[in-house]
């Protein structure tokens, strides 16, 4: 499974930003997905997933601000942002947890997922 990020750039704080993570494979509708981001000097850290069958969940640092869809047909997943801050710059990873084993409260551990994107880098301005 590949993963191909794309979508990110330079905004100011209340700004809105769309990433997007194409995924190789005909069964795309069965995986996890899920974005997480990583600062300079920090640990990536969790920020949204969908289940295979579309439940969804969010770090509470960016819930009622970020929302991640997905499209089956375009094999791709979203992550709309809303109302960026200068504390949401990072860079932005789509992961794949193919084939899906994760249950819905493993979904914002990063170790459960296979496949990894190359990154697109997200930065708000203040």
């Known amino acids: 499974v590949q993963l191909q990020a794309s979508g990110g750039g330079l905004v100011q704080a209340g700004d809105s930003l769309t990433l997007s993570c194409t995924a190789s494979?005909?069964?795309?509708?069965?995986?996890?997905m899920a974005w997480f981001r990583q600062a300079p000097g920090q640990e990536r850290e969790f920020v949204a997933a969908?289940?295979?069958?579309?439940?969804?969940s969010y770090a509470d640092s960016v819930k009622g601000r970020f929302t991640m869809s997905r499209d089956v047909a375009k094999n791709t997943v979203y992550l709309r942002m809303n109302s960026l801050k200068p504390e949401d710059t990072a860079v932005y990873y789509c992961a794949a947890d193919v084939p899906p084993v994760a249950i819905y409260s493993a979904l914002a551990d990063g170790r459960v997922y296979e496949y990894w994107g190359q990154g697109t880098q997200v930065t708000v301005s203040s």
């Open positions: 494979g005909r069964t795309f509708r069965t995986y996890n």
């Open positions: 969908v289940s295979r069958v579309g439940d969804r």
